[in-house]
């Protein structure tokens, strides 16, 4: 195994979401998955509008159908499989993507994960 291990995938309810903070201050990095079936997808924690958290409640980054990736401020609407904005105020950027890799025994791992997360 390489990079950073995360959760394993059946820690992150189906059509759901996980997130994650690394670090402090300065060093501070937001990360969060959404599992779709089988499929985990991973994308900074930041809206491209203003850089603020998507999510209002923890873990909670998908709209009610659970068919968009949600920024709770604002209510941009983000496809799950790319994160290209398709609504609200950031339309047509894109949330920045996290590399994943599913192992076999089930963890979700970020093999380019910095080394110096904490």
Partial sequence: ??????????????????????????????????????RVYGYENACPHLGSPLDFHPDRFLNAEGTHIICATHGALFEI??????????????????ALALEDDGWVTWPDAPADLS
């Fill in 1 to 38: 195994m390489s990079g950073r291990r995360l959760c394993r995938i059946a820690e992150i309810d189906e059509d759901g979401g996980k997130g994650f903070v690394f670090g402090e201050g300065t060093d501070r990095r937001e990360i969060f998955l959404v599992r779709v079936g089988n």
């Fill in 81 to 98: 499989a790319d994160g290209y904005c398709i609504s609200g105020p950031c339309a047509g950027d894109s949330l920045t993507p996290i």
